[in-house]
């Protein structure tokens, strides 16, 4: 990947923001990647060397890293601090690097650290309940040694003391205990995600289609519909189909379509949208009435 340096910053700066210690060990792939879409991570391998980062958009994932070193050497005991764990699925050997494991005689707890934004924490994740359950698969099935639950370590960003709503969290670290599924609903979903995954890549080595991002996965917004009075700016009512607000529509009233928006690939969160035939084809198609 070419890395740019935008906004000038000195080199020791540069140095530290583009150190790189990250490794998935001997494994086809980490439970990070195959939680995420084939489609990104296939175009990701193809245009490496051709696709640009700024330096400075590292930033949050190098102090999100150096939240993680804060507390690596202050587990002991029943804590086991950064192992990461492999296990042999359909073929492929699949690792997961977790953050704490607490070790108690009926169970594991599993730990990982995520640093965030707050509106994170009040409106939930769920690739972090996907996650953690795949480290739950892959711990059990390891150490042949059950999973009692799991848990983040959210470590808020931008929290601020003057949060007053009755959600806001009441402190920028907090413990949040993620949803855990049945051992049976942890395998299915490892084993399918690998499943996925490998089939992606046999069907791009013999010239076939890379299988599409899901809408979760583009993080779409669909299109809306606003009910307005005419000449006035502000929406009555928002409408999820043309259909409903048309049907809704009185006299001296117009339907306005707000657009919907793919927002990782519009804001090229996953760095390859210009190679991306399905991102290039929704960005000419016309919008549906």
Same mark, same amino acid.
């Given at each position: 990947m070419k890395l740019t340096n935008k906004?000038?910053? =000195? %080199? =020791? @700066? @540069?140095k530290a923001l583009t150190r790189n210690e990250y490794t998935r060990g001997a494994s086809n792939r980490s439970i990070t990647q195959l939680i995420d879409s084939p489609r990104i991570r296939i175009l990701r391998q193809e245009h490496w060397d051709d696709m640009e980062e700024d330096v400075s958009e590292k930033l949050w994932a190098v102090l999100g890293t150096a939240a993680h070193k804060m507390f690596e050497d202050t587990a002991e005991g029943q804590f086991i601090s950064e192992e990461r764990v492999f296990l042999e699925v359909e073929g492929w050997t699949i690792s997961g690097a977790i953050d704490v494991q607490h070790v108690e005689a009926d169970g594991i707890t599993i730990i990982d650290y995520k640093t965030c934004s707050v509106w994170s924490v009040i409106m939930g994740k769920p690739e972090w309940e996907r996650q953690l359950n795949c480290y739950a698969s892959l711990v059990r099935r390891s150490k042949n040694f059950p999973v !009692? +639950?799991? !848990?983040v370590i959210a470590m808020m960003r931008d929290w601020k003391s003057s949060g007053r709503e009755s959600d806001y969290p009441p402190s920028p670290i907090m413990v949040i205990d993620i949803p855990m599924w049945s051992e049976e609903e942890q395998d299915a979903y490892l084993n399918g995600r690998v499943h996925l995954h490998q089939q992606a890549e046999f069907d791009r080595l013999v010239g076939g289609n890379l299988v599409s991002c899901s809408s979760e996965e583009m993080w779409e917004k669909p299109a809306k519909y606003a009910i307005k009075k005419k000449g006035n700016k502000?929406?009555? !009512?928002?409408? %999820? +189909?043309?259909?409903e607000a048309q049907e809704a529509l009185q006299p001296g009233q117009l339907i306005e379509i707000r657009p919907g928006e793919r927002t990782r690939c519009a804001a090229n969160w996953c760095r390859v949208n210009a190679w991306c035939d399905q991102y290039q084809n929704y960005i000419t198609e016309p919008v549906d009435e």
């Open positions: 906004h000038n910053l =000195p %080199e =020791p @700066v @540069v !009692k +639950s799991l !848990k502000r929406a009555l !009512k928002l409408y %999820e +189909s043309h259909g």
